[in-house]
């Protein structure tokens, strides 16, 4: 799947709306979420030159503070007025008030506004998504007249009474409608995770995705129900030259059967000098810590290619298969097998596509 690219190359505006009443974590755990996108993983790794796709604002009725549900106040950074903003993706929050329950006949007044604001955004080919209970101001345009739908289990059978063009259904996860797949709903409140996933999957690339959901330990999208495996952050502000020295050569020569003595000679230290200030600047002995750069290595082998187990076993310098199976499945929490088909390229792919 080729990532979805803003017009001219520019950054995906990501307009993050802000009614009243809205559940301000599925306002502010989106947008922190996709600021992280790219960036925030490679800095971890030591990487620098990648850049954050996403260009977020948070968007209210107008300029004036947003009184979110339990009282929380938002500042938006646009509103509604603001005729020169066009976004690429529309995310609507979760909502909470009793007019949600009732649908048309009950829509308070501050929310009317959002609405033919999304419908003129979505013709213009802006994709809309709405968490939860958001999904009725998104039933309110009339865009999901026809198609299928998910919200809230607690608002399902209400919604449905009161737009009876739209077909629910319970889901889990994420229910994609319309032409290109540009209106996605969520069910659960917490889905906004996934929701993200897929917008870095979209506009983005896969790769992206995938770091992320491993970067905030929450579920790929491939990965629904299966455990997250966090990436290894080599430790580096430990103000050892010399063990640094020994860090860059087992990064560079990892998968090399002798990489723990070239890299004792890079530091300049006997065996036993070298063990003991490599295991106090790092907090691992040379041989656990060769072992997470080579599972980290092999994790991303696992997800972004398709070189079979026992390849992948090679390539980060084990000769033994089965040892190198046991080993990965003690460090990672399930088998190599496993590991691709949760986070692998390929199901992260199919599920995009099942989505999108």
């Known amino acids: 799947m080729t990532p979805d690219v803003a017009p001219s190359g520019r950054r995906v505006r990501v307009a993050i709306l ?18 992280s996108a790219g960036t925030l993983w490679s800095s971890l790794q030591g990487e620098s030159g990648v850049v954050n796709r996403f260009e977020v604002a948070i968007v209210g009725r107008s300029g004036q503070p947003v009184v979110c549900f339990q009282g929380m106040r938002l500042m938006p950074e646009t509103g509604l007025d603001d005729a020169g903003y066009e976004p690429d993706v529309i995310l609507v929050p979760a909502l909470f008030e009793e007019s949600v329950r009732f649908g048309r006949s009950g829509w308070s007044t ?27 101001l998104l039933a309110e345009t009339s865009l ?7 919200t809230h289990w607690a608002m399902m059978e209400a919604m449905a009474a009161n737009y009876r063009r739209i077909e629910f259904v319970h889901h889990n996860g ?21 929701l993200v996933l897929l917008l870095v999957a979209r ?5 992206q995705s995938i770091e992320l959901a491993r970067l905030f330990s929450t579920q790929s ?3 629904q129900g299966k455990r997250c495996c966090p990436g290894f952050v080599p430790p580096s502000d430990h103000g050892d030259a ?4 020994a860090q860059r050569a087992i990064a560079g020569n990892f998968g090399d059967a002798d990489v723990l003595m070239d890299a004792m000679e890079k530091a300049g230290m006997t065996r036993r000098t070298f063990e003991r200030r490599f295991r106090a600047a790092t907090g691992y002995s040379p041989l656990a810590y060769l072992q997470e750069v080579r599972m980290q290595r092999a994790r991303h082998l696992l997800d972004s290619t398709v070189h079979g ?15 190198f199976r046991s080993l990965f499945t003690r460090m990672s929490g399930m088998t190599p097998s496993h590991y691709r088909e949760a986070f692998g390229m390929g199901g992260m792919l199919e599920m995009a596509q099942q989505v999108l």
């Open 203 to 207: 506009f983005a690339g896969a790769q």
């Open 110 to 136: 501050p929310w009317r506004p959002f609405v033919e604001w999304i419908k003129v955004r979505h013709a213009r080919g802006a994709f809309v998504a709405a968490i939860s209970t958001g999904v009725a």
């Open 221 to 223: 999208l491939a990965d």
């Open 144 to 150: 999901l007249d026809g198609h299928k739908a998910t």
């Open 242 to 245: 010399q063990v640094l020295r």
């Open 309 to 323: 187990v026992d390849e992948v076993a090679g390539l980060v310098g084990y000769g033994d298969v089965a040892h």
């Open 18 to 35: 802000a009614p009243e009443h809205a559940l301000g974590w599925t306002i502010m755990g989106p947008a922190d979420m996709l600021n």
């Open 174 to 194: 994420l229910q994609s409608a319309g032409p290109g797949s540009r209106l996605v709903t969520t069910a659960a409140g917490t889905a906004w995770q996934s």
